[in-house]
């Protein structure tokens, strides 16, 4: 037994080199009692090592959560002017800013313009859809584009092209080869290896190709009906001025609704919104991590006491008052704290270039090794607070007892009086709440999880102390070993409590990954379905509708060719219409009302389209002459507040079009085909310049080889999108945030099998004592295996229902809430997980036994 290391080895005891009485009757210097805690504290730990891991791992995710996410917000920050390209930026959609819309932004600073649009690069056979960004020549603003032969250029010059790899490799071209783009022919300069303006652009179906600002015009791809966009910045003379007020200034002077603008403070608001919310994600992932943890300190530190409880008594013999043991080993355990908070630091710091090198490409964070004092002091104290917590009551209990009462505590457990522990964990908690609600991006958030965590340890506490309550008063079973067990679950001394906490949190966990893992699968596969639509192409002039089906039935026999008018608008005021709400009057748009954020796609139909369901009003009629009419998305007028009757108002190349609601219609968004918020009559929007965009469907749901050659020759100005890359992409990006959000629940499931593993290391050290007496009246070791079994597997078939409730609740929340994907959960998968968790449990319980099976009667009992 642990507590026979004060008599065996006295020289190990703190206590063992005072003479009787040499404790003065005042408390003990903090140095004096420093010197003794040192001398019962081994240097590698053993007794405190399950708070040395548990504290590593839940400090360690914190640490390089917060540098990580720290580095990427600072460089979004500090690079905000080179991200975006200029001080400020204004947007158009189909068409350029005007004269005096530029000659405003002159004044500022200088101006550079640019369009960016989707286009096909093809060289022979090949082709490969670009984002195409065309600049002209005071790009850019600030920075420099890296090639990958080293140079740092600004725009290409004239019938030059820079490429980015992807698209240069699918073509099969290098730097001096000629690739054709809207039709136009240009010589490849150079390979893009970095373009610092990639995280301001947003997303687009295709790799980055930059031009000179003339050759869209030139190739046709800015025909009116054509559907691109402008993007103007400025670079301030006056660096120090305020770029919040400029935009104020112009949208004064030519209206809120002229042009869509961004400044240097936000100049890549999505991407700042998912370091934020992702951010605040594994930063809770890793503060439940040291939840858990904190179940095995408070384990490993009441093991560590109890091994020491003849060395405790000892001191107290010698005249050692209950604040100087408190001292002493509240100096103990913060020094293992300590060292494994440390260390956790350091893993931290260690670990985030690897991940800073793996989100690289896609984000602006430093590759090197990172400091963030901030993230680093965040971390540390959360992890020393949550020791406190944890550690507190068991050193209550330690202190607060005569010395004869922890002679017999392993027949009399010990126990505190409540206000012993209350005030340090009472604080402890406080400022751990504090800590998370300073940091948190969503108050809110933090503070359901920490509810939830709270409601969760309380829960189990109750089933714990509700297992004791049961198999004190359930009939004794006739087998001497199942009566055993059964005592086992409620005799003085039991780890009942600890082993149902830490058996809940470890089946939790298996149950949360099982249901995250599944639902994302499923959601992979409903949302990427196997058969879609070959080909999408944007920009089809109207007039050559015909000549595109034609194409498509030659190279590809039986293809389903589906075209719809495709133009974009603004919504800029909707409601009754005698008391319409104008959007840019707005103080806050509704986070579920993203269309009336920006310009969005609009058309006109006949008929309801193909995925779509009328739910109130009534379609028009097909031969519509009448008044404007509009169908809107019922999810988006639940949002914003509309009904049937009310009016829309839409902004389309400086235009303003009102319509009526005739209908609500809900939208299956999973299908790949045309979706539309918006689908106005014919009526409405017919007259407005416009082109097509279509979808061509094989009859076996695959494309022909050479139809994608054939249309990029004879649709040189439109966008032809080959559907099984964009599905493949889509694939791998899910498949990297499945791996992503499993990555961070494994921080979480590793310090839930550390407190497992600790609370059976202690439930076995007190058993020592059970083990020999039950050796001595003749029971054999298959009989002591399966009076182990006995009793886990009681608690364990009591708790995977809770387990299967809890983990499953924790995967929904971040399956529907956190990343708002569809709850589909394969429950025989969870199952027969959860059926694993239990049998590994087992296994892990009965090797941990094996060390009682080889103890020697007589020699323990000595010890004992």
């Known amino acids: 037994m642990a507590g026979s290391r004060a008599t065996d080895l006295p020289e190990q005891s703190p206590a063992s080199t005072l003479p009787a009485g040499s404790f003065p009757s005042a408390s003990l210097p903090w140095r004096t009692a420093w010197k003794l805690a040192r001398r019962d504290l081994s240097a590698r730990f053993k007794g405190l090592r399950l708070l040395l891991v548990c504290l590593f791992l839940g400090v360690g995710a914190l640490a390089a959560i917060g540098t990580l996410t720290g580095s990427i917000e600072r460089e979004l920050t500090t690079r905000g002017r080179e991200v975006l390209g200029g001080d400020i930026e204004l947007k158009t959609w189909q068409r350029s800013l005007s004269a005096k819309e530029i000659s405003a932004l002159a004044r500022y600073g200088k101006v550079s313009a640019g369009l960016r649009l989707q286009a096909i690069a093809r060289k022979g056979d090949l082709t490969a859809p670009v984002a195409l960004k065309a600049v002209d020549v005071h790009w850019p603003l600030y920075g420099r584009l890296e090639l990958k032969d080293g140079r740092r250029v600004g725009a290409p010059p004239q019938g030059v092209v820079w490429l980015s790899e992807g698209t240069a490799a699918r073509l099969e071209v290098r730097p001096g080869d000629t690739v054709s783009l809207g039709g136009v022919d240009q010589r490849v300069g150079g390979v893009i290896a970095s373009d610092p303006e990639k995280l301001s652009e947003g997303f687009a179906l295709g790799d980055t190709a930059i031009s000179t600002l003339d050759l869209p015009e030139r190739a046709g791809l800015t025909q009116p009906g054509a559907m691109y966009r402008s993007a103007t910045r400025v670079r301030f003379a006056d660096p120090v001025r305020d770029p919040e007020t400029v935009v104020d200034a112009l949208k004064k002077r030519f209206g809120d609704d002229a042009f869509d603008a961004r400044t240097r403070n936000a100049a890549s608001p999505s991407t700042q919104r998912f370091v934020g919310r992702m951010g605040q994600f594994l930063a809770l992932v890793g503060l439940a991590a040291l939840v858990i943890a904190g179940i095995g300190i408070g384990g490993g530190v009441s093991s560590y006491l109890e091994a020491r409880r003849t060395s405790i008594a000892t001191l107290k013999v010698l005249g050692a008052t209950s604040r100087d043991i408190a001292r002493i080993y509240l100096l103990q355990v913060g020094a293992a704290a300590l060292v494994g908070s440390v260390a956790g630091l350091v893993a931290g710091v260690l670990v985030t270039p690897l991940l800073a090198q793996a989100l690289g490409s896609l984000l602006p964070v430093d590759t090197g090794f990172t400091i963030s004092p901030a993230a680093l002091a965040t971390a540390a104290a959360y992890g020393l607070l949550v020791a406190l917590i944890f550690a507190a009551p068991p050193l209550a209990r330690a202190r607060s007892f005569p010395a004869m009462a922890l002679m017999r505590a392993q027949v009399a457990p010990l126990a505190a009086k409540r206000r012993a522990w209350l005030l340090p ?58 009566r055993a067990g059964l005592a086992n679950l409620h005799r003085p001394g039991a780890q009942t409590g600890a082993l149902v906490t830490a058996l809940g949190f470890g089946l939790s966990a298996f149950v949360l990954i099982a249901a995250v893992q599944t639902s994302l699968d499923a959601n992979i596969r409903k949302t990427v379905p196997a058969r879609a639509p070959a080909f999408f192409l944007l920009d089809v002039p109207k007039d050559k509708a015909g000549e595109l089906r034609q194409i498509a039935g030659r190279e590809m026999p039986g293809a389903i060719v589906r075209t719809v008018p495709n133009m974009r608008g603004r919504i800029l005021a909707y409601g009754p219409k005698d008391r319409m709400t104008r959007v840019s009057d707005l103080k806050e748009i509704p986070e579920d009302a993203w269309a009336l954020k920006g310009e969005r796609g609009l058309t006109y ?101 050479g139809l994608l050659p054939r249309l990029a020759r004879a649709f040189p100005s439109s966008s032809v999108i080959e559907t099984g890359t964009v599905l493949r992409d889509a694939r791998d990006l899910l498949d990297q945030m499945t791996l992503a959000i499993l990555a961070a629940a494994s921080v979480a499931v590793l310090a839930g099998l550390a407190v497992l593993f600790g609370a059976i290391a202690a439930a076995r050290a007190s058993r020592t004592y059970d083990n020999v007496i039950l050796r001595v009246l003749g029971a054999s070791r298959g009989q002591l295996l399966l009076l182990q079994v006995a009793e886990y597997g009681l608690i364990a078939m009591v708790l995977a229902l809770v387990a299967l409730g809890a983990g499953s609740a924790m995967a929904w929340a971040v399956i529907v809430k956190l990343f708002e994907f569809d709850w589909l959960p394969d429950w025989p998968r969870i199952l027969a997980v959860l059926g694993a968790g239990i049998v590994l449990i087992l296994t892990f319980a009965l090797a941990g036994s094996l060390p009682l099976l080889r103890a020697k009667p007589a020699r323990a009992l000595r010890e004992l």
């Open 605 to 705: 139909s006949a008929k309801v389209p193909e995925g779509s369901t009328v739910t109130s009003g009534r379609w028009w009629p097909a031969d519509h002459r009448g008044e404007a009419l509009v169908s809107v998305d019922e999810k988006f007028a639940q949002t914003v507040g509309l009904k049937v009757g009310d009016y829309l108002t839409v902004g389309l190349l400086g235009v303003e079009r009102t319509a009526r609601i005739a209908a609500l219609r809900r939208i299956d968004w999973d299908t790949l085909g045309f979706n539309f918020v918006l689908v106005f009559s014919p009526s409405a929007l017919a007259d407005a310049p416009h082109n097509l965009a279509a979808t061509i469907e094989g009859p076996d749901g695959k494309a022909s080889g």
């Open 425 to 482: 964990v009472g604080l402890g908690l406080a400022a751990v709440v504090a800590l998370a609600l300073l940091n948190a991006a969503q108050p809110l958030v933090t503070l359901g999880f920490l509810a939830g965590a709270a409601l969760m340890l309380a829960l189990l506490a109750l089933i714990g102390l509700g297992i004791r309550h049961l198999a004190a008063r359930l009939p004794r079973p006739r087998d001497p070993m199942l």
